[in-house]
């Protein structure tokens, strides 16, 4: 079965900051990839994903998520962070086969300070 | 763009109550998903549905059962509440399980006291 672990529960960032959220996977099977922001009381949106072909993919907001498979690896990077990107992040994986849910990973607090 | 409608978007209910949570899947979309968010938690998959047939199973309590109708939209049905049954319920739908593309609803918030 595949996991999802996400090791920093909370990352404090100062306003326009670079930050990194990491997420690595587990799967013996190959995964799609993807990042999803919740915004307080909100209901969960889709960052980006990652499917096939490169390796660096490019999302909304500002952000890119890495894809390293040697490592199961799928770090979230911002160059520069705005007090509205301040939310919960989810990394989540699904595998390669039909019928299949997505898994999600306990996620990310960011909290951006002015 | 039309998005998954879920309704309704709060609902309290007391302890041994029932609820039905309702989700309507974007136009053209024929496989719907349901997560659970407890307070501080990530989303834990309980049922997923695709062509009105029952497609996966997770961690769905027994008090819980779920249904696909004819025009696709889905029904939560969830008796004899409990207190930690409150959470915030996610409804997704995409055009096909095997499609890698998840929309989200807003989510039902289900408070039990």
């Known amino acids: 079965a595949q996991s999802v672990t996400q090791l920093d529960s909370q990352v404090p960032v100062f306003e326009e900051a670079p930050v990194e959220l990491r997420c690595n996977y587990s799967s013996s099977v190959s995964v799609y990839l993807f990042w999803y922001v919740q915004y307080p009381n909100q209901g969960l949106q889709l960052l980006l994903k990652?499917?096939?072909?490169?390796?660096l993919v490019k999302g909304i907001n500002g952000f890119e998520a890495e894809f390293n498979k040697s490592q199961t690896s799928f770090h979230l990077r911002k160059p520069s962070v705005h007090i509205s990107d301040t939310a919960e992040y989810f990394c989540a994986v699904r595998l390669k086969t039909s019928y299949d849910k997505v898994i999600f990973g306990p996620g990310t607090s960011l909290s951006v300070i002015p | 763009a039309a998005g998954v409608i879920q309704s309704p978007r709060h609902l309290i209910k007391e302890k041994r109550e029932t609820a039905t949570l309702k989700c309507y899947p974007i136009p053209r979309h024929d496989t719907v998903y349901w997560y659970q968010q407890g307070p501080g938690q990530d989303p834990q998959f309980l049922i997923s549905f695709y062509e009105k047939m029952q497609s996966d199973k997770g961690s769905i309590p027994d008090r819980f059962s779920a249904q696909q109708f004819s025009d696709y939209h889905s029904e939560l049905n969830m008796s004899s509440l409990e207190l930690g049954d409150s959470a915030l319920y996610f409804c997704?739908?995409?055009?096909?399980?095997?499609?890698?593309?998840?929309?989200f609803g807003s989510g039902t918030r289900l408070t039990v006291v």
């Open positions: 990652y499917l096939s072909g490169s390796t």
């Open positions: 997704a739908s995409s055009q096909g399980p095997w499609m890698y593309g998840y929309t």
